[in-house]
C-alpha cells in the first residue's frame, strides 16, 4: 500500500511540474514574441532651422534678429496579426530675438498619441487610445508697450484625452475613428484653463481624423484633424488641427509650410490659427 501511494503521489507531483513546465514555455514564448524586435517599426526625423541678421552702421536701419526652431517627429508601430499598437510622438521648440525686444518662443510643442487597434475586420476595427499635450517652457502674452505676462507653462496646463471606440480606414493614407472620451486638462498656476480648478474632467465623444499622403517621391502632406464635444456642452466643439507640407530639397534639406488651428472657446473666443514656414536641414534619424 505504501509503495501505491508514493507512486500515485509522484504522478501527481509530476504532473504539476509538467503543467508548471508547460505555463512557463507560455510566459517565455509570449515575451520573447513580445521582445522580437522585427515587429516593431520606428521612423525619427529631426530638424533644424535658423535664421541670423547682423546690422553694424548700417544707413539704411534695420534691427538684429536670430530665430531657430528645433523639431523631432517620431512613429513607432508594433504590429501582429491580430492587432496593432501605434504611438506617435512630436516635439517642437524655437525662439527668435528682435533688436532689443528680448526673446520670444515661436513654438513650443509636446505632443503624444498612442492608439491600440485590434484587427476584426479589414476596414473597420476597435480601438483604445490616448493622447497628452502640453509644452516645455513658460508662455507669454505681450502688451502694445512689450510688457509680458506669463499665461502657460510645463505641464501648465497639460491636456490628456482617452478614448474607446471604432476605428475606419478606407483607404491606405485616412483613417478616422470615433468614440466615447474621457478628457482631462491639469494646471496648477494657470487654472484659467481647467476652469479655474487644478483639475477638469469632461466626459464626451472623441473624433480623429489623419492624413498621410505622398503626392511625390519628395512631397508629402500630413493633416491631423481632433474633435471633441463634452456631453454636458454637446453644441460646443472643441477643434484642433495640424496641418504640413513638407518638400524634400536634397537629401538633409527640406521646406515645410506648418498651419495650426484651435477653437475651444473655454480657453479663447476667436479661433487661434498658427502659421510657418521653415527651410532647413532635415535628418532621418532611423
Known amino acids: 500500500m505504501k509503495m501505491i501511494g508514493w507512486m500515485l503521489m509522484s ?63 517620431g512613429k513607432s508601430v508594433y504590429e501582429l496579426p491580430t492587432y496593432v499598437w501605434t504611438t506617435t510622438y512630436d516635439f ?23 492608439e491600440f487597434k485590434y484587427k476584426v475586420d479589414a476596414y473597420v476595427n476597435p480601438y483604445a487610445a490616448a493622447t497628452f499635450k502640453t509644452q516645455f517652457a513658460t508662455g507669454y502674452t505681450y502688451d502694445a508697450l512689450g510688457n509680458k505676462t506669463a499665461n502657460s507653462d510645463f505641464v501648465d496646463p497639460a491636456f490628456i484625452t482617452q478614448s474607446a471606440g471604432g476605428g475606419y480606414q478606407p483607404i491606405p493614407e485616412v483613417k478616422t475613428r470615433i468614440g466615447l472620451a474621457l478628457r482631462e486638462i491639469m494646471a496648477n498656476t494657470y487654472t484659467q484653463y481647467a476652469g479655474g480648478e487644478k483639475t477638469e ?7 480623429a481624423t489623419e492624413v498621410e499622403a505622398h503626392f511625390q517621391e519628395n512631397l508629402l502632406f500630413h493633416a491631423k484633424l481632433e474633435l471633441f464635444s463634452a456631453f454636458k456642452k454637446m453644441d460646443e466643439v472643441v477643434v484642433r488641427s495640424d496641418n504640413t507640407l513638407t518638400a524634400k530639397i536634397t537629401k538633409y534639406f527640406s521646406t515645410n509650410i506648418n498651419v495650426q488651428l484651435i477653437q475651444e472657446k473655454a480657453i479663447s473666443p476667436r479661433t487661434q490659427i498658427k502659421q510657418g514656414i521653415a527651410l532647413g536641414i532635415s535628418y532621418v534619424l532611423f
Do not use: C, P
Open 92 to 114: 517642437g521648440y524655437g525662439n527668435t530675438r528682435l533688436g532689443t525686444e528680448g526673446t520670444r518662443n515661436t513654438d513650443d510643442k509636446i505632443d503624444i498619441a498612442s
Open 201 to 207: 474632467t469632461e466626459g464626451g465623444l472623441e473624433s
Open 11 to 73: 504522478s501527481t507531483v509530476a504532473a504539476h511540474a509538467q503543467q508548471i513546465a508547460d505555463t512557463s514555455k507560455t510566459v517565455v514564448a509570449n515575451a520573447q514574441q513580445i521582445a522580437d524586435t522585427s515587429n516593431w517599426k520606428h521612423t525619427v526625423v529631426a530638424g533644424f532651422t535658423a535664421t541670423q541678421v547682423a546690422y553694424t552702421d548700417w544707413v539704411q536701419g534695420g534691427e538684429n534678429a536670430l530665430a531657430w526652431d528645433a523639431a523631432l517627429d
